[in-house]
Nanobody, 133 residues
């Protein structure tokens, strides 16, 4: 699998705190149409968190992330970011940056849906986020 680079160190914060994750895509940014983050807690399954359509600005958030997390991109730097606010202990997990050459799809009402997890072929090494209560 082609590799991305999870640049952020992650970290430990108190509940209610904030962290920003970053991911460098370098040359893959030009082929990845969707990028974002998955997370996996110990003993749990990997779950989607937030994604962005890199050819535009459409975004998608898991219900757990809506209203608290914001994904963004800087095309000049080939970077994506995940601003995480109002963190909760249940947000504790290893966060993985991922990219896909598949663009996802749009509903008739214009909402963008990212590709399926198996369609993400670029992965970062992961960064640990720990939120204490």
């Amino acid at each position: 699998q082609a590799q991305l680079v999870d640049c952020s160190l992650g970290g430990s914060v108190q509940a209610g705190g904030s962290l920003r994750l970053s991911c460098a895509a370098s040359q893959y940014f030009f082929t990845a149409k969707s990028m974002g983050w998955f997370r996996q807690a110990p003993g749990g399954e990997r779950e989607a968190v937030a994604f962005i359509f890199t050819r535009g600005e459409s975004t998608f958030y898991a219900d757990s992330a809506k209203g608290r997390f914001t994904i963004s991109q800087d095309k000049t730097k080939n970077m994506i970011y995940l601003q995480m606010n109002s963190l909760k202990p249940e947000d504790s997990a290893m966060y993985y940056c991922a990219g896909s050459t598949v663009g996802g799809g749009w509903s008739d009402s214009g909402f963008w849906t990212p590709p399926f997890e198996y369609q993400y072929t670029y992965w970062g090494q992961g960064t640990q986020v720990t939120v204490s209560s």
